[in-house]
Nanobody, 123 residues
């Protein structure tokens, strides 16, 4: 069982930056791939970024490529999402999710989910 807790969300002006953190409870977290997803009001949850268990492979949605960076520190059981050049359309609740095996860009297959953290980007 893996418990995930997101933090780092908040209110920021367009063009600003935030860094989200996803802290895990499991001692075996380093063996899990992790994804970040987001859900805006009235929209479906969508993929943002994912990282393999080693950190050697990363994936990004086209909408965030070049602006967001996913990374992990397995010694701290934490995955980060650095978000730069934020836009109002990035406003959403951001969730991290974990799965054993390879990193995926789709929701199904992620077994463990956090409660989410709100990111609001004002224009």
């Amino acid at each position: 069982q893996v418990q995930l807790v997101e933090s780092g969300g908040g209110l920021v002006q367009a063009g600003g930056s935030l860094r989200l953190s996803c802290a895990a409870s499991s001692r075996t977290f380093s063996s899990y791939a992790v994804g970040w997803f987001r859900q805006a009001p009235g929209k479906e949850r969508e993929f943002v970024a994912a990282i393999s268990w080693s950190g050697g492979t990363t994936y990004y949605a086209d909408s965030v490529k070049g602006r967001f960076t996913i990374s992990r520190d397995n010694a701290k059981n934490t995955v980060y999402l650095q978000m730069n050049s934020l836009k109002p359309e990035d406003t959403a609740v951001y969730y991290c999710a974990a799965r054993s095996g390879i990193a995926l860009t789709t929701l199904p297959g992620y077994n463990y989910w956090g409660q989410g953290t709100q990111v609001t980007v004002s224009s």
